[in-house]
């Protein structure tokens, strides 16, 4: 490989690798201020998710990172669900705008329309909070119904059964917001019936509600009973107050039923309280982590300047790599060379023995012996003894001996074996050699599978006593 050639590829390769390096720290940015962002919600740090997440979606637009950018939206939509459900639904409605122009996942699809119809049921929810206790119009839950039935079509035509069962559930707590208790019903049932272990608990949670909703107090305890909160602490408080409520109805104790729901408000109200504190605590911790975090900058520039220098050493290691390969290659195709040399030398040779054998029959052909034995025809035919000789010492002479070493690797072998291996070798058809020994044609081809068989210990029938004598 020419020099020049070669300080041109360890270029290329330096600019590809760190072209490719710069490209995988801009996704990797993306998705890494995600991961920081889910952590900081996990740890119920809400405003600070809510920064991070909008960092994530400015950062997810520059690289192209189509995946978090609408998962961003989703997870800030979210977070705004409780605080701001109509920029929670707006905000939803851009992750599904941004979906369906770069689609990825059909269950994300599924998974977006849930929520967008969630928060448009919730929207509806508030907007009948704010007209105090005023009946809203049913018409204001039907951008969530459609969300919803959207997504439920897509999971049921998928089979996507934990789906199927998460938007029935949906379903059924948008119906049951418009007071349609019936409809709520089946859907929950619905939902059950297709609910997988770990959406079972809210699922029931629905069911039991539509059937305390529709006074049905015998099957919504039922239900309730069925629910295991397990460490859920919530959980198992609204079943407990649910279960509490049904007692109460059932003994007509409506007054100290409204007061067990201004009690279970006001415990919200002191967890949401305990949240914000949590919250706060956890953004002092970051901010106490910044220190660090420029430490961590620096440390990563300086691995960044490692990984030039490693790259550099692989790219050098690659151009020995191929040089070596390059001269691995020229010895292979001399190799090659030499064979075919090899092979012609071979095909050269054959053809000079074709040469010899042809010539070597065209002596024989003029002997005067073989001339006789030729023009024979259907007539008897006799040699002497001394025609024999002379017809194997011709043999001999143009054959390489060929007789005279049968006849020593063979010493038992009778006169007329001999002969009829001459006579063979010679090319003689069967009835001209049955008319020299004054045999029949069977005969002689008895005489020589048993010369093949006895003398020579061949017994495959597939070999001929020609192909015999021509071996030797």
């Excluded at 998974?111 to 049913?138: C, F, H, K, R």
Aim: aromatic share 8%.
């Amino acid at each position: 490989m020419p020099t020049r050639t070669l300080y041109i590829f360890i270029i290329g390769v330096l600019l590809a690798a760190c072209s490719r390096q710069q490209d995988k720290m801009t996704m990797q940015s993306a998705a890494s201020c995600l991961q920081e962002a889910e952590t900081a919600l996990a740890n119920d740090s809400i405003q600070w998710g809510e920064t991070l997440l909008r960092k994530t979606i400015r950062l997810a637009e520059e690289s192209e990172d189509w995946h978090t950018y609408y998962i961003a939206y989703q997870r800030l939509a979210e977070a705004l669900s409780l605080s701001n459900p109509d920029e929670a639904l707006r905000l939803m409605k851009k992750a599904l705008t941004v979906y369906e122009q770069h689609p990825d996942d059909e269950r994300n699809h599924v998974i977006l329309l849930d929520y967008a119809g969630t928060y448009a049921a919730q929207v509806a929810y508030t907007a009948e909070d704010s007209l105090q206790n005023e009946t809203v119009e049913p018409s204001a839950y039907d951008e969530a119904l459609d969300f919803i039935l959207r997504a439920y079509g897509m999971a049921e035509k998928s089979q996507m059964t934990d789906l199927m069962c998460q938007t029935l559930t949906s379903l059924a707590n948008i119906t049951w917001a418009k007071e349609d208790y019936r409809q709520s019903l089946d859907y929950a049932h619905r939902a059950e019936a297709v609910a997988t272990e770990e959406l079972r608990p809210g699922t029931l949670q629905v069911l039991a509600r539509s059937y305390l909703s529709l006074n049905m107090l015998d099957s919504a305890e039922t239900v309730y009973r069925q629910i295991e909160p397990g460490n859920d602490v919530r959980l198992a408080y609204i079943v407990q107050s649910n279960l509490a409520k049904i007692a109460l109805r059932r003994i007509g104790a409506t007054q100290v039923e409204d007061d067990v729901d201004d009690a279970f408000e006001q415990v919200e109200d002191i967890y949401y309280k305990a949240l914000e504190q949590k919250a706060q605590y956890y953004q002092e911790t970051l901010r106490q982590e910044t220190a660090n975090q420029q430490l961590e900058y620096r440390s990563k520039m300086y691995g960044r300047t490692l990984l030039v220098v490693v790259i550099a050493a692989v790219v050098i290691l690659l151009a020995v790599v191929l040089t070596f390969r390059y001269r691995i290659r020229m010895q292979n195709q001399e190799k090659r060379r030499l064979h075919q040399e090899a092979e012609h030398q071979k095909t050269l040779l054959h053809q000079a023995n074709e040469v010899v054998s042809f010539l070597q029959n065209f002596i024989l052909e003029r002997t005067e012996v073989i001339k006789k034995l030729n023009q024979g025809g259907d007539s008897l035919i006799t040699l002497t003894p001394h025609e024999w000789s002379e017809i194997e010492r011709t043999i001999n002479a143009v054959d390489s001996n060929r007789f005279a070493k049968i006849r020593e690797q063979y010493p038992d072998m009778t006169e007329d074996d001999i002969r009829l291996c001459i006579l063979t070798r010679l090319g003689l058809s069967n009835r001209t050699i049955g008319n020299i020994y004054c045999i029949t044609i069977s005969a002689v081809q008895h005489r020589k599978l048993k010369l093949k068989k006895d003398v020579f210990g061949e017994t495959n029938p597939d070999i001929t006593l020609e192909q015999i004598l021509n071996s030797k």
